[in-house]
C-alpha cells in the first residue's frame, strides 16, 4: 500500500498541471457571478473573498494528480471558505469535480473511500446552505415539508454530479488496474513459458550429451582392446566415435542457440532418426534386438515422435552404462490411440542395485522415487508432457522400462505443452 502523500509524477506533468490552474485563475475569477447583497463583507469584499476562493480551488486543481489527499484537503477548505462568505454556487466550483475525479482514479484505497463520503457529505452541506441562504427569498417554515422537498432536490442534484466524477475516476482505476493485472498475468506466463523452455532444452541436453558419450566410451573401450588383435576394428570404433562427436556437437550447438536467441526451435527427432539411434547403439556394442508390432497407422504428432525417440534414447543409453552385456529387447506396438513402450535389459545384481536401486520411478502417480541422477527422471517427464505414464524399475535380474503415450486427443488435451509444436 502507497503511503507517502505525494505521487511519482514526471516533470512534464506537474507542469501541465500547474499552468492549466494558473489559466484557470483569471478565466475563473473575472466571471464571477453577481454575489448575494445582503453580506456582513460588502459588495467589494465578497469579490475580493471569490478570488481568494478561486485561488484555494486552483492549487487544488495545481496538486490534484500530485497528491490526491492534500488537493481534497484544499478543497474542502475552498468550500467551506466560499459558504463563511456567503458567497452562492460559481463557475469556480467546477474545480470539485476534478478533485473527486483524481481521488477515485489515482489516489489510495483510503483516499478514494474519503473521496466518496466527501461526495455525499458535500452534498447534503451544500444543500443545507443552499436552502438556508434562500430562506429569505423563498419564505418556508424550518423542517416543513417545502423545506425539506426543497432540500432533497438541491441534495439529489449536487450529489449526482459529484457522484458522477468519482465514479468516472473509479472507472478509470478499474480500468488501469485491469490492464496492470494483465500485463502481470502475461508476464507471469511468459516466465511459465520460459522456465518449461529451459527444462525441455536442459532434458534434451541430458539426453544428447548422455547418449553420446555412452556411445564414444563404449568405442574407446573396444578400440582399446581390439588395437593389437585387429587394427581395423579399432579403426572402425574411432570412425563411429567421430561421427557421434560430430553429431553431438551439431545437437548441442542447436540448443545453445535456442538459448541465445530464445526463437523457435529446430529440427527435432523423429521416428526416422530411431534406425540411427539403433545403429549407434549396436556400433557400441548393444546387442539390440527391436520388435515393432503393429507399426504406427498414420502420422503421429511431432511432440509424441519426439517423446519416443527421447525416451528410447534414455533407455538405451542406460542399457550401456548399466548393462552386463547380453541382449537388449525393445518392443513398440501401435494402435489408433497409444503407443506402449518396452525396453528390457539384463544387469548383474550387484550392478543393478547401485545403478537402478535409486532409480526406480513411476509416472503414474507423478511421484519419483530419491533419484541420483536425471536420466529416468527425465524419461517420466517426457511422459508426463504428453499425458502419458511410464515405469522404471528392476524385475527379477532384468530392468525394465515401460511407458504408454497417447497419439490421438493429444493437441486438445494439452493445448499449453511447449512441445506441442515441435
Known amino acids: 500500500m502507497r503511503t507517502s502523500l505525494f505521487r511519482p509524477l514526471r516533470t512534464g506533468q506537474v507542469v501541465f ?88 482514479a489515482y489516489g489510495t484505497r483510503v483516499v478514494m473511500w474519503l473521496g466518496l463520503a466527501s461526495a455525499i457529505a458535500g452534498a447534503a452541506v451544500a444543500a443545507a446552505y443552499m436552502v438556508l441562504v434562500n430562506a429569505a427569498a423563498w419564505p418556508l417554515d424550518p423542517f416543513s415539508y417545502e423545506w425539506m422537498l426543497l432540500g432533497g432536490t438541491w441534495f439529489a442534484m449536487i450529489v449526482f454530479a459529484l457522484l458522477l466524477s468519482w465514479t468516472t475516476g473509479a472507472l478509470v482505476r478499474a480500468s488501469r488496474q485491469a490492464r496492470a493485472n494483465r500485463e502481470a498475468r502475461d508476464r507471469a506466463e511468459f516466465e511459465t513459458a520460459s522456465e518449461q523452455e529451459r527444462g525441455r532444452i536442459a532434458r534434451d541436453m541430458h539426453d544428447v550429451v548422455a547418449h553420446s558419450l555412452a556411445v564414444v566410451v563404449a568405442q574407446a573401450d573396444g578400440a582399446r582392446y581390439a588395437a593389437d588383435a585387429d587394427p581395423d576394428v579399432a579403426k572402425h570404433a574411432l570412425g563411429t566415435i567421430s561421427q557421434t562427436a560430430r553429431s553431438a556437437l551439431s545437437d548441442v550447438r542447436l540448443l545453445l542457440a535456442q538459448l541465445r536467441h530464445r526463437q523457435g526451435d529446430g529440427p527435432q527427432p523423429t521416428l526416422a532418426d530411431l534406425e540411427g539411434l539403433f545403429s549407434q547403439v549396436r556400433s557400441a556394442g548393444g546387442a539390440l534386438s527391436v520388435d515393432v508390432d503393429p507399426t504406427p497407422p498414420g502420422e503421429p504428432p511431432a511432440a509424441v515422435q519426439l517423446a519416443v525417440f527421447r525416451i528410447l534414447q534414455e533407455a538405451l543409453t542406460n542399457t550401456l552404462r548399466h548393462g552386463d552385456g547380453r541382449d537388449v529387447d525393445l518392443r513398440m506396438a501401435w494402435s489408433a490411440d497409444a503407443v506402449a513402450l518396452e525396453v528390457r535389459n539384463a544387469v548383474d545384481v550387484g550392478d543393478h542395485r547401485r545403478a537402478h536401486s535409486d532409480h526406480g520411478i513411476s509416472a503414474e502417480d507423478g511421484a519419483p522415487v530419491p533419484s541420483r541422477g536425471h536420466g529416468i527422471v527425465g524419461m517420466a517427464e517426457r511422459a508426463q508432457l504428453v499425458g502419458g505414464s511410464l515405469t522404471a524399475a528392476p524385475d527379477g535380474r532384468m530392468f525394465v522400462v515401460r511407458a504408454r503415450l497417447p497419439v490421438s486427443g493429444y493437441a486438445t488435451a494439452h493445448p499449453t505443452s511447449q512441445e506441442n509444436h515441435q
Open 17 to 104: 498541471d500547474v499552468v492549466a490552474a494558473a489559466v484557470f485563475v483569471p478565466v475563473i475569477a473575472f466571471s464571477f457571478v453577481e454575489p448575494l447583497p445582503t453580506t456582513e463583507f460588502g459588495q467589494d469584499g465578497v469579490l475580493w473573498l471569490g478570488i481568494v476562493v478561486t485561488l484555494i480551488f486552483a492549487s487544488a486543481l495545481a496538486v490534484r494528480r500530485l497528491s490526491p489527499a492534500l488537493s481534497l484537503v484544499i478543497a474542502w477548505v475552498g468550500a467551506i471558505a466560499q459558504m463563511v462568505a456567503l458567497i452562492g454556487p460559481q463557475p469556480v466550483d467546477v474545480a470539485v469535480f476534478g478533485v473527486l475525479y483524481v481521488t477515485a
